[in-house]
């Protein structure tokens, strides 16, 4: 089972929650938790242990041929997303807007944009006892994240076989990397907060959700500040409620030390077992 732990904006708490549910199922099965939230990794900092691999990841760029190219322009006429642009008697390339579709590559008639590889971030794989964790994190000045996320998920899907629960820290939002990050997961845990806020951006993140047709439900964290808002908006959408994370001084002192909750405070290991429940009885097609 994959499952994705996502959010409508950040702060939630999703890494929180990610982290201490996939070390709680650890303690009795082998777990994969994968952070894909790229651009910026920290399940890491709650997660230690050997690192097994470390793979550098790339994208393919086209590079312009100057030689044999005859400015015909097809090349631009072709790119959806102005990556490739001619302008005089140049052909100009913006490796921030390719999103490596290969069209202006495959149908250039003299074969002038040829595709190269171009670094974009790093994955690391790191064994701690029934944990595997990956963590990928994009080079500082890349900006698309979705690649990065798409190859993170092959390594896992090529590395570990079905029956192994998949968690993944996702990225906060409703844009194309949460979009990438759930497209092919089997169920959706949204953490929001019971403020105005968090409601709002809950909305959108269900809207989401309902977009792409995956069967999702949520948890509250910081339970007891705010209102009761976030609770009617479910009830009256018939969105289950798996578990309240309390408000609690506790909980934000262990995690400002990088440790995990559940084990120090029961009440909240309490919580997770009421997710692990409910995870269990799931009828997945």
């Known amino acids: 089972m994959k499952i994705a732990i996502a959010s409508g904006k950040g702060g939630t708490g999703k890494t929180t929650l990610s982290t201490n549910l996939a070390a709680f199922f650890a303690d009795k099965n082998q777990v994969v938790l994968a952070d894909l939230d790229v651009e910026e990794p920290n399940s890491g900092l709650f997660i230690t242990g050997k690192t097994e691999q470390i793979d550098v990841k790339y994208k393919m760029i086209p590079e312009w041929n100057e030689d044999t190219c005859t400015l015909c322009g097809k090349c631009q006429e072709n ?64 900006e698309q994240a979705v690649p990065l996320i798409g190859q993170t998920i092959h390594y896992i899907e090529s590395k570990f076989p079905k029956k192994t629960l998949k968690i993944f ?60 808002d976030v609770v009617d908006y479910c009830v009256e959408n018939n969105i289950p409620i798996l578990a309240k994370i309390p408000n609690s ?32 009885n799931l009828e997945i097609e």
Not at 104 to 132: A, F, W, Y
Not at 260 to 277: H, N, R, S
Request: include cysteine; aromatic fraction near 8%.
């Open 79 to 142: 790119c959806n997303f102005h990556a490739v642009i001619r302008l005089g008697s140049q052909i100009l390339v913006f490796p921030e807007l390719c999103h490596s579709c290969y069209a202006c590559s495959e149908l250039c008639p003299t074969n002038s944009l040829p595709m190269v590889k171009q670094r974009m971030g790093e994955l690391k794989h790191i064994k701690s006892g029934k944990i595997d964790f990956i963590e990928s994190r994009l080079d500082i000045g890349q």
């Open 169 to 228: 820290d996702a990225p906060p939002g409703t844009s194309c990397p949460v979009i990438e990050a759930t497209k092919d997961v089997d169920f959706v845990i949204l953490v929001t907060e019971p403020t105005p806020f968090g409601l709002h951006d809950l909305k959108l993140a269900v809207d989401t959700m309902v977009e792409l047709g995956k069967p999702h439900a949520v948890v509250i964290n910081r339970y007891g500040i705010g209102n009761n």
């Open 249 to 280: 001084r506790k909980l934000a002192e262990l995690y400002s030390k990088g440790e995990l909750v559940y084990k120090e405070l029961p009440e909240f290991k309490e919580e997770l077992q009421k997710i692990e429940t409910y995870i269990l």
